[in-house]
Every structure is written in C-alpha cells, then in structure tokens.
C-alpha cells in the first residue's frame, strides 16, 4: 500500500485577504498550509514548517519598531536569493505570486531562483496547476537523486 504524502506549503504574502483566498483554493487538495503574513518572522516560520514548497509575494512590507510604527517594504526577490544561496532551502521550490505583471518583474523572478511565478489577480485552476507540477517535480528530483545515491 502506498502512503499518502501530506505536502506542507508556506504563503508569504502581506495581504492576509490573498493568504486566505490561496488557502482557500488550495485547501481542498489536502496540503498543510501555513498562512504567514509577517515577514519578520520568515526564517523562524520556514525552520518550523520545513515547507515542500514556498509561494511568495514579490513585494512585502515589514514592520519596524521606530518612534513611529511604519511600514517598510521587503522585497520577496531579496528572500529569494537568500534562500538560493543557503544549502538547506536552495531547492525548496518557489512559486511566485504578483500583481506586478511586466515583464521586467517576471524575468527578474526566475533571475533570483523563483521556480514558476503566477499574476494576481489569482486564477484557481492556474494556481492549482503549478502547486502540483511543482511538487510533482519535486518528487521526481528526490526520487532520481535517491537513486543516483544508491539509497
């Protein structure tokens, strides 16, 4: 009998609204989904949710404890990089989720390591789609670099 594997999945997006609404799309699939929309806390919600897949906001915003509270933009390309370059998460695949829809912005995505990158407003069957092909290929990739270790 083959298990079923539960894929764990981490939203990142300042918008609790587009947090829910993914959730909401995705949740019928049977996927753990933490929902997280405080970028501040992004490294200690990644260690503890050990995610199969990463979908994150281009543009984030963080708050910083001044005189005054304000808010100050983070960009999800700078996560990107930082996750690429750290030999634990630089194959956790990264779905990208944007209202910024030009060009520049899509190529600078998959320049930084994003795997797929998606338009907002969010089209559910699309993003249902690249959630699975993601994981699908991530599967694939564990399998055959399994293999190729003689495991």
């Not at 829809?101 to 190529?107: A, M, P, R, S």
Request: with cysteine; charged share 20%.
């Amino acid at each position: 009998m083959q298990e079923l594997t539960i894929y764990r999945l981490l939203l990142v997006d300042d918008d609790p609204g587009i947090l829910q609404l993914v959730a909401q799309i995705l949740s019928p699939y049977g996927y753990q989904i933490t929902l997280l929309d405080q970028p501040d806390k992004f490294w200690e919600t990644l260690e503890e949710t050990n995610p199969d897949l990463l979908i994150l906001d281009v543009e984030l915003f963080t708050t910083h404890q001044a005189k005054n509270i304000k808010q100050v933009p983070l960009s999800g390309f700078d996560l990107c990089q930082v996750i690429r370059s750290d030999l634990r998460w630089n194959r956790l695949p990264i779905l990208f989720l944007s209202a910024h829809t030009d060009v520049e912005t899509i190529q600078h995505s998959f320049a930084v390591g994003a795997n797929d990158f998606l338009n907002k407003p969010i089209v559910a069957t699309e993003l249902q789609t690249r959630v699975r092909t993601r994981l699908e290929q991530q599967q694939i990739w564990k399998f055959t670099e399994t293999e190729a270790l003689g495991w």
